[in-house]
């Protein structure tokens, strides 16, 4: 947190609001003369990049001889027929003028020496900007947190025991974030922060957009998470979990393979931090203290033109040939994955062993081929699943096989791209079993590469050139929910799969066809040209309004965030405040009291002795009329400010008013008896016992049924439950029923704190003491309803030209205010400012003339 002295600077004032400084931009309209930044105007000439963070570069780099130096040189070249090679596929989404920069590791080990030249050549010839990574920060930061720690994690698997995984190692966790340091100061080389765009890939950087944002306040920063989102149940055991969330949170739009992953991550945020979302035409968002950081769930496709002319390459088609030669007269199902604990090939061979021996009428004729790339990383884990493979495999090869036939065919990988067609190209039925998987793009490659093409129909000798295709897939993966034909399997069901299996091999071609053309429709429709166009597009959007709100940072480390307000909203200055407090004659003090005089997490809710103190020091001064507006009951508010013989109490929302201790209760003339209450409170019992932690208030005037305590998404699902329940049974009442935080509330219409603002003014004027100072605090949505209430009779005329009118909510959030201030320690302060103001003024000597008119006023409002 940042220390007392330190608020001043981040006043919200011209003068000192440094985030709006003009910034140098990267390019000139004219020699010598720089243009300004302000506002939109600066967004209207796009000359704006798209900066691509990845862990690696698309870039292949070997050595070869370098005969005119006679010695080695480093060859650099786009790796084009890599299919996982996203971060280049993508631009084809984009538009062709735009200039797209590379940051990410290169996949070689470059000296220290050839480091600097390495750079200017990559940066020269393919705008490319190598992060270069000692061998032991990779090994903690990549093999150690990343795939060792995170990657189990995401994919739901935890270290219950030292065998069963890594546990979180504290170096191994700092090294992550030394490499996203090392990222983030490459993008400072490059980066113009007034027009690029900063797109971030996967889990690898997930605090680098803290330290982008802490540097740029104002950054465009998008996030796509290739991998899973845990669950919370998961997700909260990462002693880190706080620092990752902030890194997505201080991104503008973060995107996901599919709602499950988006709806993990939104349950965390609420209860790890507290933070609600809402959705709005189309749109998911959180507020995280000012801004909105949208989410947006989209799956990623392939690239449609790369597959189609490997497809239509002449060694494709001899490939395919040689497979269907090969495989004559057998029905081959073909799996591709990496060796990896998650990818289910185990419990695929199982299911294949188990179908064999279910349908002898099978075994000789169907062939599983897998196909297995490399692990990409290493350990007892990965050696492990390797041993395992091989044993279940060599078991069913010899249960089940014979001379000339292998019922598990292994393939060593990795295979060109050529080769992985050429196996797509002939077999009937694709396996995906993973038992989690963030997104997995083989069943789109089969799709198409089943899909009609004239090199493949000659070489394979098929005539109709109409095709077909089959697809398993585990339903634990990201592509799951976009294979509407698919037949979907729960891994470790191995009967399950293998009944699967039995389906898709002896399903007829017309059901076949059919299932392929709503797959092969989809896929490509949505390839990743259409995935990257869609993500730019948002991710514009979501940073359509940042320069609309003022802005500075927060906190330390990766706990730092950017608070965003609106340009007219202010700290309160107890120097300004008392400066007008002192020139007018007139006042009336509205102050909500939990949270703005006393902190919600305080147990005893009693008034301490200086709030006392304070409130009669207000309330001794003849030109105040002060209130206190809550939503608390009468006896309760009596019973704490008892000690408070002139003060003002409105409780229930304004239901009940009191001028003075000695003045009777005066309650809100309403359209009806409060009969209502007999049908809403057995309706809230019945939730309150369903939900466990819930709690009913009964007031006099209301109802309100409370969920703070309750789990935060089973209390969020219950009380839109019961909002929906209530509007419809007591459609025909004169009540509101209302959403607030965590609670749903029940009262009659025509009660708010907006109308006893309205009231005490209307009170005022019509003993011809318009108020000219108007000072108003209050922390919740409730209290916005006087906000809106005060500026209403700011447009209306109704207040003096000349009024001093102070609105001001508690914490740095938007609000109806003009004014804030951050706890309810600075409120108490700030009256406490007041209080010795007109302390000091009694002191003074008065005729006894002034004294006589002081008494009369005051006994007018009484």
């Known amino acids: 947190m940042l220390s007392r002295s330190c608020f001043n600077l981040l006043n919200l004032d011209d003068c000192c609001s440094v985030t709006d400084m003009a910034r140098i931009p990267r390019m000139m309209n004219f020699p010598g003369i720089i243009t300004d930044f302000n506002g939109q105007e600066g967004m209207k000439n796009d000359q704006s990049r798209r900066i691509i963070v990845a862990n690696q570069l698309p870039v292949k780099a070997y050595i070869k001889d370098d005969d005119e130096k006679e010695g080695k040189k480093w060859c650099f070249e786009w790796d084009k027929f890599a299919l996982d090679t996203l971060i280049l596929q993508l631009k084809d989404g984009l538009s062709s003028d735009l200039e797209i920069v590379y940051v990410g590791c290169l996949k070689a080990d470059v000296e ?65 974030v030394s490499a996203n340091k090392i990222f983030a100061d490459k993008v400072y080389e490059v980066i113009n922060p007034d027009e690029d765009y900063v797109w971030i890939q996967d889990y690898h950087l997930m605090v680098l957009p803290t330290m982008l944002r802490k540097k740029y306040n104002r950054i465009k920063i998008g996030f796509f998470l290739h991998s899973p989102f845990p669950s919370s149940e998961i997700y909260r055991t990462l002693p880190v979990r706080d620092e990752i969330l902030r890194g997505f949170l201080n991104c503008d739009l973060v995107g996901f393979q599919t709602f499950d992953y988006a709806r993990h991550f939104l349950s965390c945020c609420s209860r790890m931090l507290g933070l609600d979302y809402q959705s709005k035409r189309g749109y998911i968002g959180i507020d995280y203290f000012g801004r909105t950081v949208t989410i947006k769930i989209l799956p990623v496709g392939i690239h449609m033109g790369q597959l189609q002319n490997v497809m239509s390459l002449p060694d494709t088609g001899k490939k395919a040939k040689e497979l269907q030669e090969k495989y004559e007269g057998k029905i081959v199902m073909l799996g591709i994955d990496d060796m990896d604990m998650f990818k289910g090939i185990g419990l695929k061979f199982l299911a294949m062993g188990h179908l064999l021996d279910q349908t002898p009428s099978l075994r000789g004729r169907v062939v599983l081929v897998q196909i297995t790339n490399p692990p990409r990383s290493r350990g007892s884990d990965i050696q492990e699943v390797e041993r395992e493979v091989k044993r279940i495999a060599s078991e069913i090869n010899r249960r089940h096989g014979k001379p000339g036939y292998e019922p598990i065919v292994c393939v060593n990988g990795p295979v060109s791209t050529q080769d992985k067609i050429a196996h797509y190209a002939i077999s009937e039925c694709v396996v995906v079993n993973a038992v989690r998987d963030g997104m997995n793009l083989v069943p789109y490659e089969y799709t198409v590469s089943r899909q009609s093409s004239d090199n493949l129909n000659k070489a394979l000798g098929l005539d109709n050139g109409r095709r077909n295709s089959v697809i398993i897939v ?128 305080k147990v005893d809710k009693a008034p301490s002795e200086e709030v006392i103190s304070i409130l009669n020091g207000l309330c001794s001064d003849p030109k105040n009329v002060v209130f206190i507006v809550s939503g608390r009951g009468r006896d309760t508010l009596s019973k704490w400010f008892s000690p408070c013989p002139q003060l003002g109490l409105s409780a229930e929302h304004g239901y009940f008013t009191r001028w003075s201790k000695d003045s009777d209760w005066e309650s809100r003339p309403v359209a009806a008896d409060l009969e209502w209450k007999k049908v809403v409170l057995p309706i809230m019992e019945k939730y309150t016992e369903a939900t466990d932690g819930s709690s009913i208030e009964q007031k006099e005037s209301a109802l309100v049924w409370h969920h703070l305590e309750a789990d935060p998404d089973f209390g969020i699902w219950q009380a839109k439950e019961l909002l929906d329940h209530l509007e419809s049974v007591l459609a025909n009442e004169p009540v509101v029923v209302k959403r607030g935080q965590h609670i749903v509330e029940v009262k009659p219409q025509d009660v708010s704190k907006g109308l006893v603002f309205q009231n005490l003014l209307a009170s005022m004027q019509s003993r011809g003491k318009s108020p000219d100072f108007v000072l108003c605090i209050g922390d919740d949505r409730s209290d916005e309803d006087m906000f809106e209430s005060i500026a209403s009779s700011l447009d209306n005329n109704s207040l003096p030209d000349k009024a001093e009118v102070f609105a001001c909510t508690v914490g740095q959030k938007p609000s109806m205010a003009k004014y804030y201030l951050d706890d309810p320690v600075e409120v108490v302060n700030m009256l406490q400012g007041l209080s010795a103001t007109t302390a000091k003024v009694q002191l003074l000597p008065k005729s006894p003339l002034h004294q006589v008119s002081i008494v009369k006023c005051h006994t007018a409002f009484v």
């Open 112 to 176: 220290l020496n050839d480091q600097e030249e390495v750079a200017n050549y990559l940066w020269e010839n393919f705008r490319c900007v190598p992060t270069f990574l000692s061998l032991d920060l990779i090994n903690k930061y990549y093999h150690g947190f990343c795939k060792h720690y995170l990657w189990p994690l995401f994919h739901y698997m935890l270290p219950v025991t030292p065998s069963h995984g890594v546990r979180f190692d504290r170096s191994n966790w700092l090294a992550y």
């Open 474 to 601: 585990s339903e634990f993966i990201g592509c799951s929910p976009s294979l509407s034909g698919a037949i979907r399997v729960n891994p470790w069901d191995i009967e399950g799969v293998s009944n699967g299996m039995f389906s898709a091999v002896t399903m007829n071609d017309s059901e076949k066809e059919l299932r392929h053309e709503k797959h092969y429709k989809y896929v490509s429709s949505h390839d990743v040209a259409y995935w990257a166009r869609s993500f730019d597009q948002d991710l514009k959007r979501a940073c359509g309004g940042h320069y609309d709100k003022r802005c500075w940072g927060m906190g330390l480390g990766l706990g730092f965030r950017v608070v965003a307000l609106g340009p007219n909203f202010r700290k309160l200055s107890v120097e300004h405040i008392v400066s007008a407090y002192n020139r007018t004659n007139s006042r009336l003090i509205l102050l909500d009291y939990d949270g703005t005089m006393l902190p919600e997490d």
